[in-house]
C-alpha cells in the first residue's frame, strides 16, 4: 500500500453557511471543522504530508490552530484562489515527483480511514479514483420552475471526496484546464475533461460536505454517533 500526500482546499468563504465567515472555524463538538477533517490525515500513517490551501488573512488563525491541536504533518499553507479549483491548483503547485495525491475537502470531516485505503488502492489501479454515493432522491433537469426530465436514477452517484490522482496527471490536467478556460466543480472532471478514466468506489452517506447550517446538525448527531462506536 502506497503512501500519498493530500492537498485540503479550506480558503472558501462559507457563503451558504451564512455566518459571515470561513465554516473551517465553526465548532463541532467544540472543535473546529477542519480539525476534525485534518485529524484524519493526522492519524493516518499512510499519509505522508498535508498541504492545506488557505485564505490569505486566515494564515496565521490556521498555524495557530494547527498548534493548538497538534497538527504536525501540515507541510505548506498555500493561498488560494478565486475558485475551489484554483485553490486545488495551488494547493498541488508546492508538490514535487510523481506521487500519489489525494484531495479533499476541508469541509468533509467524516471520511474514514478505511476508505482512504481503498482509495489508494484504487488509484493504483486506475490512475484515478474518487468516492461517492448513488443518489437517494429521484433527480429531475429543471428549467425555471417546469420540469423538464426524469434522469433515470440508476447510473447517478452523488460525488464526494477524496478523489485521488498521480500528481503529474492531476497537474497536467489542472494546467489544461487554465489554458482551455474550463471549470470543473471538482478535480475528476478535469480528467474527464482530458478523457482520461477515473474509477469510482463507494463511500459512506455520511461523509457530506458541511455546506448549509442544518449539516451542523447533521455533524454533530455523527460525531456522537462516533463517540458511541467507539465505546462500544
Ligand atoms: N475558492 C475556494 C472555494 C472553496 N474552497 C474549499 O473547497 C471546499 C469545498 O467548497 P465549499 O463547500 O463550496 O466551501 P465554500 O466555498 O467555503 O462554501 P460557499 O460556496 O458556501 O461559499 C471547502 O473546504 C472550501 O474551503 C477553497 O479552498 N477555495
Ligand atoms: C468537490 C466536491 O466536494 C465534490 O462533490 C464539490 O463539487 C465541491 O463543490 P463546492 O461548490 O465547491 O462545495
Known sequence: ??????????????KRMKTGRNKQFLLIDHIPLLVHTLRV???????????????????AMMKDLM?????????????????RQNSVHEG?????????????????????I???????????ETGAAIVGVPVKDTIKQVNGTLVAKT????????IQTPQAFYLK????????????GYIGTDDASLMEYMNQ??????????????????????AEAIIQKRKGEKES
Open 1 to 14: 500500500m502506497k503512501n500519498y500526500h493530500v492537498v485540503i482546499p479550506a480558503a472558501g468563504q462559507g
Open 41 to 59: 490525515f493526522e492519524e493516518d500513517l499512510l499519509c505522508s504530508e498535508i498541504v492545506l490551501v488557505v485564505n490569505q488573512e486566515e494564515i
Open 67 to 83: 498548534k493548538e491541536y497538534s497538527i504536525a504533518k501540515v507541510s505548506h499553507f498555500v493561498v488560494g484562489g478565486k475558485e
Open 92 to 112: 498541488l503547485k508546492v508538490l514535487s515527483g510523481n506521487p500519489v495525491v489525494l484531495i479533499h475537502d476541508g469541509a468533509r470531516p467524516f471520511i474514514r
Open 114 to 124: 478505511q476508505v482512504i485505503k481503498e482509495l489508494v488502492a484504487s488509484v493504483e
Open 151 to 158: 434522469v433515470e436514477r440508476n447510473h447517478l452517484w452523488s
Open 169 to 180: 496527471n492531476i497537474l497536467q490536467a489542472h494546467e489544461t484546464a487554465v489554458k482551455q
Open 197 to 218: 478514466p477515473v474509477s469510482i468506489i463507494e463511500g459512506g452517506y455520511d461523509n457530506f460536505k458541511v455546506t448549509t447550517p442544518e449539516d451542523l446538525l447533521f
